[in-house]
């Protein structure tokens, strides 16, 4: 079962059994594979008689949704893997636990977190998740912290940034989120109905401005690890739990992009909300939950950040005085720029959000689209200048 090739249920239950201590010795078990992203196959392996079960992630050399046109290195599923370790050594509740792997056949052998819901699905519901800013907030402060150069030696980060060389998940963000939005390319993806919007987002060169340059952040800033893809499809909830998945386009980068991606799709929820609920009141709380969620990720990862910088700091040039609130004044900026960014591929780009995207009726699915544009294109226009969270609520506020 060396050489890669993708494998079948039988060899998934094989390899399941193969891992030690997972499954007592003559368990039953059955595979099912449930994979719902465009890249990759995920085996879900259970116990017929027992409760046990494990994941089996594996990568396949192209991207699905586009058949087998467009290839896609299989050295990703190595570096999804190392992230996840990465990522659950940092913050092991916030990440599930690697039990196995191979980079040869590309898979990634961990916890099963079926008991969890996927966010994304969670907010389409209209579900809260009270404990979810505080949660995402210790994950992005101790990631983030302890990946870059104030958390980490300097020549050991270097080091680390060499395992996570990413160039083919990159260059998709490179093209999807940076540049097709921008112009006429085949892969975006929207209804004739606001033709009129994603023409002013060619030809509006003062946006173009903005996003080249957070696109050249994007392009050169080794920050810390990134996960690189952070939306909220790669975050499973629970009312008391949460867990970060899928860090395959993980590599060194600017913080403000996870950030960013997080508090982007809150917004693209909270955008939706006009397609979706008839009764104004309903509507109105959901909102102001959406916001002050968005809201909460910045302060709890703000605060957190800040307590392990006091605490942990590894660089003696960094305690100067000035340099923490000047460091994470830039992160507030970078947030805000990507988020927006986010929020426009979102859109008119290749790859879409349920959120928006099953929103029943073509008006209300319209008008949401419109208002996510209107925030996207404001965070975007006006990142450089923001200097506090709630100078991001009021544009996006205003841009409703
Ligand atoms: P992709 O990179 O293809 O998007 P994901 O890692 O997001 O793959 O996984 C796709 C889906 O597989 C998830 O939305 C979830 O339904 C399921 N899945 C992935 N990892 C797990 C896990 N550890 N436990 C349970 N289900 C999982
Ligand atoms: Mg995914
Ligand atoms: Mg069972
Ligand atoms: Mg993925």
């Known amino acids: 079962m060396s050489a890669y090739h993708p494998l079948s249920a039988e060899e998934a239950i094989q390899l399941a059994r193969s891992i030690p201590g997972r499954f007592p010795e003559h368990a039953e078990l059955e595979c099912r594979e449930i994979g719902d992203g465009n890249l990759n196959l995920v085996f879900h392996v ?28 299989l050295d990703r599923a190595r570096i999804e893997r190392l ?80 395992q996570f060389v990413n160039p083919d998940l990159c260059k998709i963000t490179e093209d999807l989120i940076f540049e097709d939005p921008y112009r006429k390319s085949d892969n975006n ?109 910045w302060t709890h990862f703000e605060s957190g950040f800040r307590l392990l910088w006091n605490e942990g700091l590894q660089d003696e040039m960094s305690r100067t005085a000035g340099y923490q609130d000047y460091y994470i004044s830039q992160i507030l900026k970078d947030t805000a720029g990507f988020a927006g960014c986010k929020m426009i591929r979102r859109i008119v780009g290749l790859s879409h959000v349920a959120d928006i995207d099953t929103i029943p009726g073509d008006k209300g699915r319209e008008a949401a689209q419109r208002k996510a544009l209107a925030i996207g294109k404001s965070l975007v226009r006006h990142h450089r200048s923001i200097q506090s969270i709630d100078d991001i609520v009021t544009l996006v506020e205003q841009a409703s």
């Open 46 to 73: 259970t116990a017929k008689n027992t409760a046990d079960s494990i994941i089996i992630k594996q990568a396949v050399p192209y991207a699905k949704v586009v058949g087998e046109s467009w290839p896609l290195s």
């Open 83 to 162: 992230a996840l370790e990465t990522e659950h050594k940092i913050c092991p509740e916030l990440v599930p636990e690697v039990y196995g792997y191979s980079d040869e056949l590309a898979y990634t052998v961990m916890e099963d977190l079926s008991e969890y819901t996927i966010m994304r699905r969670g907010l389409i519901e209209g579900q809260a998740y009270p404990k979810f800013a505080e949660h995402i907030g210790e994950f992005l402060a101790r990631t983030l912290f302890y990946t870059s150069d104030l958390g980490m030696n300097q020549q050991e980060k270097k080091v680390l940034a060499g």
């Open 189 to 297: 993806n929207y209804s004739e109905a606001i033709e009129d919007e994603a023409e002013v987002l060619r030809s509006d060169t003062e946006l173009h401005f903005e996003v080249t340059l957070l696109r050249h952040k994007f392009l050169t800033q080794a920050q810390a690890l990134l996960h690189g893809d952070l939306h909220t499809g790669s975050i499973f909830v629970k009312p008391d739990s949460t867990k970060v998945i899928d860090p395959e386009f993980a590599f060194f980068g600017p913080m403000g992009f996870d950030i960013g991606a997080v508090i982007g799709n809150l917004l693209l929820n909270y955008a939706s909300q006009i397609g979706w609920s008839s009764d104004e009141q309903t509507r109105a709380a959901r909102e102001a939950r959406l916001i002050e969620m968005a809201r909460g990720v």
